[in-house]
């Protein structure tokens, strides 16, 4: 800026207590539910929840100035002047923070639908998952249809076999809700342990679908690895299966082929070398994400088919 801009602590106070969830809509960002946060749509890794910001791939967060001069990269006064609004007067609005804090809700599973149709014919129809691979998920009681809005519900359970963790994906047609289930543990995340405990291979993923995308592109003797599905780009659920099952002694990273993946997997791999594992290895996708690389093989087949059919 051509000349310094004098800000009262006042001031510098209101712009850090703007809510960023109005903020940030007001300027066009898409925002996704995560919980209890939002989750920037163009950021997966950066969640918002009243005036406080979390980037879970750098593992650092703060105040509304910092994420404004981050996201926009903005020098501090002009960051504080487009939270004051600026020359356009607008108000945004202010966090409280002496708001009487949410009681935290105890996990607890949606109440699950009397089939699993509509989960299946998402799954199956929409994703190309592979119908067996989600019959074993339902049999394992790793996957159901909620009751209320027939939500796929995948489900983390911890080494006592108690639930402690659920993801609920919208089965709707273009529909990109998705949440973790309030109170849900993330060291917890859903996962799939091989039954044979000689077998040491575990694989990563971001999301659930991704994992089972993965797994029906990989059938053959697919059970003979462990997975998990981080719900995101933290490492917590990584190191608590590592922690509950030593035998655990080879990890691939499988993240989305972007750059917020491909951060992630080094930070993961990092964080793993600093605790002295260094068997580590990566599965990346050709395409975006295993799904869309599972769709895309599924296009190549029914063309293939059809091109047999006019053959004949």
């Known amino acids: 800026m051509s000349s310094y801009i004098y800000f009262t602590d006042e001031q510098k106070e209101r712009a850090n207590s703007v809510d960023l969830v109005d903020f940030l809509q007001r300027q066009g960002e898409k925002l996704l539910p995560s919980g209890r946060d939002k989750r920037l749509a163009s950021d997966h890794s950066i969640t918002v929840r009243g005036n406080r910001w979390y980037d879970h791939s750098a593992e650092q967060g703060s105040y509304a100035i910092d994420l404004v001069k981050r996201l926009y990269n903005l020098p501090f006064p002009e960051a504080v002047s487009l939270l004051l609004g600026g020359e356009q007067g607008v108000e945004y609005r202010q966090h409280s923070g002496n708001r009487e804090q949410e009681q935290r809700k105890p996990f607890a599973l949606p109440p699950a639908h009397t089939d699993m149709r509509r989960v299946f014919a998402y799954l199956i129809k ?38 402690r963790h659920a993801h609920k994906k919208s089965t709707a047609t273009g529909s990109g809700f998705r949440i973790n289930v309030e109170g849900s543990d993330p060291a917890y995340s859903f996962h799939y342990l091989s039954k044979n405990p000689y077998l040491h291979r575990l694989l990563v993923f971001e999301a659930p679908i991704d994992m089972l995308s993965y797994i029906s592109l990989h059938l053959q003797n697919w059970k003979s690895a462990s997975y998990v599905a981080l719900n995101g780009v933290s490492e917590k659920p990584i190191l608590k299966l590592l922690e509950l099952y030593p035998q655990l002694d080879h990890v691939v990273l499988c993240l989305d ?24 290895a990566y599965d990346i996708s050709a395409h975006k994400d295993w799904n869309e690389e599972l769709q895309t093989a599924c296009m190549q087949k029914q063309s293939m088919t059809a091109i047999k059919n006019c053959m004949r």
């Open 257 to 280: 082929n972007d750059k917020a993946g491909l951060n992630a997997a080094s930070r993961i791999h990092h964080t793993l070398q600093q605790r002295d594992f260094d068997n580590v």
């Open 126 to 163: 929409q994703r190309c998952i592979s119908r067996e691979v989600l019959a074993e998920f339902a049999r394992e009681k790793l996957l159901f249809e909620d009751a209320e809005y027939h939500n796929a519900v995948f489900v983390g359970f911890d080494e006592n076999g108690v639930a």
